[in-house]
């Protein structure tokens, strides 16, 4: 059985190098809201803009998981109301899992994979840098590439502007 001074001078070995105080700061739990303006889409050779007779926006929240100052997991949810001849849904669910690669100046890339429930999947890559960073709330901004399969319908690339803000 070690002795007291031996298991002592062990964890004082243990908490100079980091490890200990690693554990205490990761994994970390964060979460978000935003909102997201689609601004066009590509799709059977044309360009479609989100503010001509169909209007879209949507609501995209989610919980991080961070694992380490450079690698996460991301769990995203996003309503999305269309307006139309003004009458207003919610057209489509998006479940958008993703992994997080987190790089210096607080920029971030975000895989995500995408499943819509009009019956649309595919993947989303996601460019995102934080422009106010404070004590209990950031915020920020993104930039996502939706490309899209499924559903009877043509593939598509779109991209539109996210803001939000992350606690």
Do not use: C
């Amino acid at each position: 059985m070690p002795k007291p001074f031996t298991i002592t001078i062990l964890l004082i070995v243990i908490f100079k190098t980091g490890f200990a105080q690693q554990s205490a700061t990761y994994p970390k739990v964060t979460g978000y809201f935003s909102i997201l303006q689609p601004l066009v889409t590509y799709t059977n050779g044309n360009f479609t803009s989100n503010f001509g007779n169909v209007y879209v926006v949507g609501f995209p929240f989610g919980l991080n998981l961070l694992k380490s100052d450079s690698f996460g997991i991301s769990f995203e949810i996003a309503p999305a109301i269309r307006t139309e001849k003004n009458i207003s849904k919610v057209s489509t669910v998006l479940f958008h899992p993703g992994a997080m690669f987190r790089f210096k100046h607080d920029f971030t890339f975000i895989g995500r994979m995408a499943f819509e429930t009009s019956g649309r999947f595919g993947v989303t890559p996601v460019f995102n840098q934080v422009i106010k960073k404070g004590k209990d709330a950031s915020f920020f901004v993104s930039i996502p590439f939706p490309v899209r399969f499924g559903n009877d319908q043509p593939a598509s690339v779109s991209t539109g502007l996210q803001l939000g803000v992350s606690f």
